[in-house]
């Protein structure tokens, strides 16, 4: 089952800037070879589903060893089986309707 | 890596009326053993984070089966390591400080 | 524009455990006249668009006031125009269909 | 109150192809003054919090309008009090915590 996701992780019970937790997180993403691609509110991945939520408890897991005593995460999870879709067609349809 | 967690997965390319498929979610959610309590939008569960994630991919799956082309899911996903957590608790400690 | 939505708001920057912030935010939604529903990763909400939108920047700015350095808050919102719907009606359309 | 915020507009009860929908979402956002950036599985935006709502009331009423009766859309919110902080900061410190 191939997936377009989006993943935001929150850390929490640490100080109010977290961006040494965000970096990790997305190192361990780009590193699983899902086409990783940070956002200013989450980062962007695609894949098969096991390798994603493999990765995305590495995360966890990476986050608490690095200090986090509570992680808040969001994840918006897309499939579709009536055509095969990238992250990147997705973004290419809204270019081309917006011509 | 235990979690708790709140699922709510949207067919698209169906009609606006998509009670059947969030029944049939939901029931896979609760035979999975996750402790599943629905709610006006979404699902909470609760348990180990393989076991969330197959019975999810078990839905997606269903979903697409009984006629859904396209789902969009999203999903919150808490873990801690300062202690044990559990969906009752997290009421109950609202509750115990509304008071 | 009535909607139906699901409030989280994951205070950053103080203690793991932050229930009390949640039963503050929970009583401005509920004061707000909103048909607030607590569960266990959010609350339910429903009403007028302005309203709910008036009572979540009043929650973020009573945690901010109460010592929260950062907020992240995520929300699920839905409007329909095909049929009016509450809450309880979607509640009632999975009890209906699990039948 | 500033906000940075992400947001994900699903069109129920239309085709599974939604990019119109999305492009036009885009177009309310991007008009709005909200520094709008696409990714592929959502827009970030960021201003003044009674101008994105706004917005977003806008993409509700103006994809209703365009045809889809029911509308899922899924926000993340983030205010901070701490320190300003804008779409742009928070990729720079990802970068700069990754040297």
């Known amino acids: 089952m191939h ?10 019970g640490v100080g109010a800037s977290v961006s040494t937790y965000v ?8 590193e699983a070879g899902l086409n990783a691609r940070l956002h200013a509110y989450g980062t962007n991945v695609e ?3 096991e390798d994603v939520m493999a990765a995305l408890r590495r995360c966890h897991e990476a986050l608490h060893d ?3 005593p509570r992680l808040s995460t969001t994840i ?3 499939t579709r089986v009536d ?3 990238t992250m990147a067609d997705k973004i290419r349809a809204v270019d081309e309707a917006a011509l």
Chains 1, 2, 3, 4 share one sequence.
């Open 3 to 12: 997936v377009i996701a989006d993943i935001c992780i929150v850390p929490m």
């Open 23 to 30: 970096t990790a997180a997305y190192g361990i993403l780009a």
């Open 47 to 49: 894949g098969p589903y």
């Open 66 to 68: 690095a200090g986090a």
């Open 76 to 78: 918006r999870l897309g």
């Open 83 to 85: 055509k095969p879709q």
